[in-house]
Nanobody, 119 residues
Framework: QVQLVESGGGLVQTGGSLRLSCAAS????????MGWFRQAPGKEREFVAA????????YYAESVKGRFTISRDIAENIVYLQMNNLKPEDTAVYYC????????????WGQGTQVTVSS
């Protein structure tokens, strides 16, 4: 079972920034499209952003376009999510996973990292 470890969350004010990191325990994950999902209290987990395995293609949920940027360091096998101009509605637990389209492609999840944006 591959371990996915997310980090970088925290408490910020509206308009602030955070950078999330996701490390996979196996190098094979560096060859997959990877992405970020989030789950707010009482809501379904939703797609946020994804990046192709070479990093040449990215796509985002409409709600984060222009504010979030996904990137990856293939050598280090880490996927990042730079989040700028954060809003209270971005408050959620953020997870990374393999992605197929906008759906998760690996059955196991990490513990996630909490992002809280205060108004």
């Amino acid at each position: 079972q591959v371990q996915l470890v997310e980090s970088g969350g925290g408490l910020v004010q509206t308009g602030g920034s955070l950078r999330l990191s996701c490390a996979a325990s196996e190098r094979t994950f560096s060859r997959y499209t990877m992405g970020w999902f989030r789950q707010a209290p009482g809501k379904e987990r939703e797609f946020v952003a994804a990046i192709s395995w070479r990093g040449g293609s990215t796509y985002y949920a409409e709600s984060v376009k222009g504010r979030f940027t996904i990137s990856r360091d293939i050598a280090e096998n880490i996927v990042y999510l730079q989040m700028n101009n954060l809003k209270p509605e971005d408050t959620a637990v953020y997870y990374c996973n393999r992605v197929a389209g906008t759906a998760p492609a690996y059955e196991y999840w990490g513990q996630g990292t909490q992002v809280t944006v205060s108004s």
